[in-house]
């Protein structure tokens, strides 16, 4: 209540200066541009993503071939193991069964080093792809004399959106 009586007992020209420095507080505010850009459809959309996309995908195919390949031989032995189970004797039966988790614990160990060596490529190009967008962004935005530019909000209005400006410029258009 302190705060209440005392903001009432304000000086009459305190107010008065308030509500002439009020519009110009707004003024100040519309001079202000902002822009927002979409890192997502950046990496979606630009060519230079693109492009680091298809080199990732062809220096790991033959990887990605050969763990296929490998989780096919261990699915035909888990099978041909369940189907012989019956038949065959216990020495040969817990043989199978070694050489069955020896084959899977290969199997996990590639495709964790498959998927760690993946992430840090995809991460490395999509890096590059991103120093060469703000590059893009710092252009445009000194071009058309924008304050700030964010390229994370929770929301942005399609107003303020240059995402198009960037991928235009990014695929060279």
Known sequence: MKFLSKALMMPKH?????????????????????GFVSTERIFREAAPAKTAQAKIEQEFSRRDKDLQEMAARLKGMSDKLDKDAAVLSESDRIKRQRELADLDKDFQRKQREFREDL?????EELAIVLERTNKVI?????AEKYDI???EAVYASPRIDITDKVLKALNGK
């Open 14 to 34: 305190a107010v008065l200066l308030g509500a002439f420095l009020l519009p110009l507080l707004n003024a100040q505010a519309q001079d202000t541009r902002i």
């Open 119 to 123: 992430n840090q490529r995809r991460n």
């Open 138 to 142: 710092k252009q445009i935005a000194e």
């Open 149 to 151: 530019v964010f390229q």
